[in-house]
């Protein structure tokens, strides 16, 4: 079955250092990513997609992803964290017309 | 442009309660989702919908029982509410297309609690 992991349930940087989510996907055939950003009682906003070309993919707010196809990978990154950058962060897969998500990141900025 | 609206957003129900959750959406459409969100778990698919008078079942679809009459209203209901459905539901639609449009859009949730 098509199935998405986010390695880090938790993780905490400080505001300014880089950052890095981890988002790996098992499905057979090429497949269409997602990166979704959820501050706290809100929805889901959309940061990025990957369906084919460049692998490194440019979205909202200064974060970038990169599809490594050999390490089933879709890692999230960001070059300088701010305190807004706070929140829960979903990776997630197009399966047909359906979209399977991780089991999400929190993400915590020290000042 | 309002997207897709959830009503209600928040409601408490007693156990055994019956309630249903709306969806709308002006977008035109064609698919739409019903997800429950629960920490630590991420968006779970409970019940999507590829068109007017069409639905299908998801990864958790126990409990509920959902209707698309028209095409832009997709309602999630439950029989009989049980504490192990306080959750966050969200709503989502797409449309078809060329693959570049892809784009799912949210509603804001409900935030339902059964006590």
């Known amino acids: 079955a098509q199935s998405v992991t986010q390695p880090d349930i938790h993780i905490t940087v400080s505001e300014g250092a880089s950052l890095e989510l981890r988002c790996n996907y098992s499905?057979?055939?090429?497949?269409?990513l997602f990166w979704y950003v959820q501050s706290p009682g809100q929805g889901l906003q959309l940061l990025l997609k990957?369906?084919?070309?460049?692998?490194l993919v440019q979205g909202i707010k200064g974060f970038e992803a990169e599809f490594k196809r050999s390490q089933s990978s879709f890692n999230l990154r960001k070059p300088s964290v701010h305190w807004s950058d706070a929140a829960e962060y979903f990776c997630?897969?197009?399966?047909?017309?359906?979209?399977?998500f991780g089991a999400g990141t929190i993400l915590r900025v020290k000042s | 442009n309002a997207g897709v609206t959830q009503t209600p957003k928040f409601r408490v129900l007693k156990t055994g309660q019956s309630m249903t959750l709306l969806c709308a959406q002006d977008?035109?459409?064609?698919?739409m989702y019903w997800y429950r969100q629960d920490p630590g778990m991420g968006l779970r698919l409970i019940h999507y919908?590829?068109?007017?008078?069409?639905?299908a079942k998801g990864e958790v679809p126990d409990g509920y029982n959902v209707s698309r009459l028209k095409k832009q209203n997709f309602l999630l209901g439950l029989e009989s509410a049980a504490p192990s459905q306080t959750s966050v539901y969200f709503c989502?639609?797409?449309?078809?297309?060329?693959?570049?449009?892809?784009?799912?859009?949210f509603g804001s949730g409900t935030r339902l609690t059964v006590v």
């Open positions: 990957y369906f084919s070309g460049d692998t």
């Open positions: 977008m035109n459409h064609e698919y």
């Open positions: 499905y057979g055939a090429t497949p269409y």
């Open positions: 919908s590829v068109g007017e008078g069409t639905t």
């Open positions: 989502a639609s797409k449309g078809v297309g060329a693959i570049t449009n892809y784009g799912y859009t």
């Open positions: 997630a897969v197009g399966v047909g017309d359906k979209l399977v």
